[in-house]
């Protein structure tokens, strides 16, 4: 196929994939191919509902698989001190295992020649034609603002980062892991050893442990130098629109989105935990930035399934009750 989208989810984020597939639905068009990638093999819902949609697939091959896992685990294994801290962690082979098979979009074998991955906490909110007709010009396209925070993407206090980007760079071509559009082949397997030779060389000191994926996409991108183009940069301030949840000026028209006049691209969800949304599904009256847009696209299909709250509504954010806090100091377990 020539154009497709693609997500990454597990049951876990089962409910944030029907919002995000019945967005794309809704929004984008009913034909647009999508392929969900498994984050993991805890995917009995996730194929169910995949199952029910004629223009959705599931990724997963395990050679695809095993490929790019392979690589990132090369990836941290050139790291100074990654593996072993994570070890001490108890964490098994590197942190968020599953994170790395976004990648698998990239693959030469991949379904979809061009592609938007989108991670499965946004939602479309309008046709991304003019995403994909910018692949015609460069390999590589975003839509958001993390340039303005680099600390969530590199070690910023590596002597080795302004060896190796120009601080031009860092300030204008970081992006943020949860939407972008390229193509498959751009990492083929030749350059995919010349990026683990130059991390061996000690370069693996400019990434940032706590976002692994975001680190290293970014990372490759960069340093292999691929054309990248970032709609926030070059829109005119006028028309460019925001992404984040944690924006609180958006105006919802019709269960879509706008910023000053203009129409989001997607919403993005980010430090929004999964277990919220499932505890929002499952009844509990907790609000949270655009929650009435998320019950809108994950029950588009399903009104009657909608939670219908009794209770009054407690800020996700909320400070924790006396009791929480009690138990916490006795050091007992509180769901949270």
Not at 179 to 187: D, E, L, M, N
């Amino acid at each position: 196929m020539k154009n497709g989208i693609y997500t990454l989810a597990n049951d876990l984020v089962y409910n944030q994939l029907v919002a995000l597939l019945n967005s794309i639905e809704v929004n984008a068009g009913a034909g647009v191919p999508v392929c969900v990638i498994a984050y993991n093999d805890q995917v009995d819902k996730v194929r169910r509902e995949v199952a029910s949609r004629k223009n959705v697939t599931l990724l997963e091959d395990p050679d695809i698989f095993a490929r790019w896992e392979e690589f990132s685990l090369q990836v941290w294994q050139s790291h100074p001190t990654a593996i072993q801290t994570w070890q001490e962690r108890g964490i098994k082979k590197f942190y968020r295992v599953g994170e790395n098979r976004r990648y698998c979009a990239f693959d030469s074998d991949s379904i979809f020649e061009k592609f938007i991955y989108l991670d499965a906490d946004t939602l479309v909110m309008q046709p991304l034609d003019f995403i994909f007709e910018q692949l015609d010009h460069h390999d590589f396209v975003v839509y958001d603002f993390q340039y303005k925070d680099p600390a969530h993407i590199y070690n910023l206090k590596s002597p080795k980062l302004l060896e190796i980007f120009s601080q031009q760079q860092i300030n204008s071509e970081i992006f943020c892991s949860g939407f972008y559009a390229s193509r498959r082949g751009i990492f083929p397997p030749e350059q995919r050893d010349w990026l683990l030779t130059k991390l061996n060389e000690g370069e693996s000191d400019v990434l940032y442990m706590a976002a692994p994926n975001q680190s290293v996409l970014n990372y490759m991108r960069m340093r292999a130098n691929i054309s990248f183009y970032n709609f926030s940069l070059n829109l005119p301030a006028s028309k460019a629109t925001g992404c984040c949840v944690t924006s609180p000026q958006f105006e919802n028209r019709n269960n879509v989105l706008y910023d000053q006049g203009n129409r989001l691209t997607y919403l993005h969800y980010i430090g929004l935990s999964y277990k919220l949304f499932n505890r929002v599904c499952d009844g509990e009256n907790i609000d949270f930035p655009y929650r009435d847009i998320f019950l809108h696209y994950r029950y588009l299909h399903e009104p009657e399934q909608r939670p219908q709250f009794a209770t009054k509504a407690r800020a996700y954010n909320a400070p924790p009750s006396l009791r929480t806090r009690v138990l916490r100091k006795l050091g007992l377990k509180v769901e949270v």
